[in-house]
């Protein structure tokens, strides 16, 4: 089935042919020209924008914005963007992410969308023409937003502040077993004076795990100081099944993965 | 459905036809300009049979939408060999067996001419790395990775 691909050069006009019924926006195309091809009939049309500022990278003074249209590809080689390079490269094998956009990876269900996950831990705003929107609060409504998302924002982490980890099956390119992004400050006695853990594949889509960060704060990072976020991790989880993986299995080996992340 | 116009290079020619709008370039490559190169294995983008380069980047063709390519340069398996000579990535792939059915080749020969343009001597971890897009199901791999080593070493002595 072919579908009719609309394209404009502003948002706007993108924005109101996408109220038309069955049209979706165009990112990369990883996932809906995919499910096109598998007989997807629920799109019937697709609406992308041309305009330049959805492909723009801007880094001053740690707060960094990137539009929606950039690609996994040109995150993982920026040289002002080095903390996020290890999670745009978990992102599928070279030619998806030279594909794979940042936008689209918001939308990804599980168990994709590992940079969502990174983006998430670093508390992320979401634009689109109304404004910015927390991660959170986007990610909980993605489902019923019919507006273009523009951009992602944040502050970048200092590189030691920020650790990611995707376990896959298949290396170096493999769909995850789980993904983990956590944005952690230290005091000088090396406590933890705040943590923020994202998860991927422990749900739909990607979630915080909070009872584990609220466990981590005032402890050190050590066997010991982790013990109690360890315990807390699978609180409020429920993992997908796929033919990678059992529910069971990803809540199993959660608070390893996450130990090994913590003690990095 | 309304039909749209493309247009672009591939492998140096100027490409110029009316498709159907949301027509993938795999479809379009080849059963409207007759570029069998690039195989559909799975349209899903899992595979890398049908991987190309536009622009200089690898891509998969099965989920690249044809009309997002106007004025592109694309480049195919099907447009490397120069004069009847093969490209030293095929030579390779003919010496060392790593093509059996030969299927997943065009799309393996693609990815490592993307590697071997950004990275004329690769080590084994980046020509894995480079190729973990692609699957085969016959050669157990081994004879590609040789295959792409061999063809950088032949590429560094013809420069030196
Ligand atoms: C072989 C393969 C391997 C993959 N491996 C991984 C992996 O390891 N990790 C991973 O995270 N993902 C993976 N993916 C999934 C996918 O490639 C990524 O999640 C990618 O980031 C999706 O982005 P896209 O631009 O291709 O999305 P599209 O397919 O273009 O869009 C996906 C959805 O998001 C919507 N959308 C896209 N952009 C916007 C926007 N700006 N505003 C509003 N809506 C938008 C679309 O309408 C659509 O519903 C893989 C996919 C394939 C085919
Ligand atoms: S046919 Fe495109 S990846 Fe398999
Ligand atoms: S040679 Fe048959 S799939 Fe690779």
């Known amino acids: 089935m072919a579908l009719a691909l609309q394209t404009f050069p502003t948002v706007k006009d993108a924005n109101a042919a996408l109220k038309a019924a069955g049209t979706r926006y165009l990112g990369g195309g990883t996932l809906v020209v995919r499910a096109a091809n598998e007989g997807d009939v629920s799109v019937s049309g697709l609406v992308m924008s041309t305009d330049p500022a959805l492909s723009a990278i801007a880094a001053a003074g740690g707060k960094v914005r990137i539009g929606a249209s950039v690609t996994m590809a040109a995150i993982a080689r920026h040289p002002d963007l080095g903390p996020l390079a290890k999670a745009a490269r978990a992102v599928g094998g070279p030619a998806i992410r030279n594909m794979a956009t940042v ?12 940079f969502a996950v990174a ?7 979401v634009g689109t023409e109304d404004g910015e929107l927390p991660i959170e609060t986007f990610l909980a409504r993605r489902d019923g937003s019919r507006s273009i998302v523009t951009s992602v924002s944040f502050t970048l982490p200092k590189a030691d502040g920020f650790r990611f980890l995707k376990v896959s099956r298949v290396k170096p390119k493999g769909v995850s077993v789980l993904s983990i992004a956590a944005v952690l400050e230290q005091a000088a006695d090396g406590t933890v004076s705040s943590a ?13 795990a909070k009872a584990a960060e609220k466990a981590l704060k005032g402890k050190k990072l050590d066997q010991n100081g982790i013990a109690a976020a360890l315990a807390a991790a699978t609180e409020g989880i429920a993992p997908i099944t796929d033919p990678i993986a059992s529910a069971w299995y990803r809540a199993e080996v959660l608070p390893i993965h996450l130990g090994r992340l913590l003690l990095a | 459905m309304a039909k749209v116009p493309v247009q672009f290079t591939l492998n140096g020619s100027e490409k110029a036809e009316f498709i159907d709008s949301g027509t993938t370039l795999l479809n379009a490559l080849r059963d409207k300009i007759g570029d069998t190169s690039p195989k559909g294995g799975c349209h ?6 049908c991987s190309v380069i536009i622009d200089g980047e690898l891509r998969l063709s099965c989920l690249t939408l044809a009309e997002t390519c106007n004025g592109a340069a694309i480049t195919t398996t099907s447009g490397l060999a120069e004069g009847g000579v093969l490209h030293p990535l095929q030579r390779a792939f003919l010496d060392t067996f790593a093509t059996q059915c030969g299927f997943c080749t065009p799309g393996m020969i693609m990815a490592a001419k993307v590697l071997l343009d950004h990275t004329p001597n690769p080590s084994r971890d980046e020509v894995v790395e480079a190729l973990s897009g692609n699957i085969c199901r016959c050669t157990g791999y081994e004879p590609i990775i040789q295959a792409v080593l ?11």
């Open chain 1, 103 to 114: 936008g689209g990876n918001l939308f990804a269900p599980a168990p994709y969308g590992d």
């Open chain 1, 119 to 125: 983006l998430l831990a670093l508390d992320a705003a």
């Open chain 1, 196 to 208: 923020r853990i994202a998860l991927g594949c422990m749900a739909d889509r990607p979630m915080r």
């Open chain 2, 44 to 49: 899903q983008g899992t595979c890398g049979a």
């Open chain 2, 150 to 160: 061999t063809a950088a070493r032949a590429n560094s002595q013809n420069a030196a």
